[in-house]
């Protein structure tokens, strides 16, 4: 379907504008994008710590903190 995806990501960093409680949305690419337009390597990014939740199975809750 595509060569590549992007996923969004609602994080929290450490250092992070005080606006909306610290959280920032970020554009996460599955492959790095090289100055041509060709695909390059793969993201390095991995989730930390995904949470175990009684309801909504549907959407992924993950944090990298225990």
Excluded at 31 to 59: P, Q, W, Y
């Amino acid at each position: 379907m595509a060569d590549n995806i992007i996923h969004l990501v609602l994080a929290k960093f450490d250092g992070g504008p005080e606006a909306h409680q610290g959280r920032s949305l970020f554009i996460v690419p599955k492959f790095m994008v090289k100055e041509d337009g060709s695909l390059g390597t793969g993201n390095a990014v991995s989730v930390g710590f995904h949470r175990e939740k009684m309801g909504i199975h549907g959407n992924s809750t993950c944090c990298d903190e225990l």
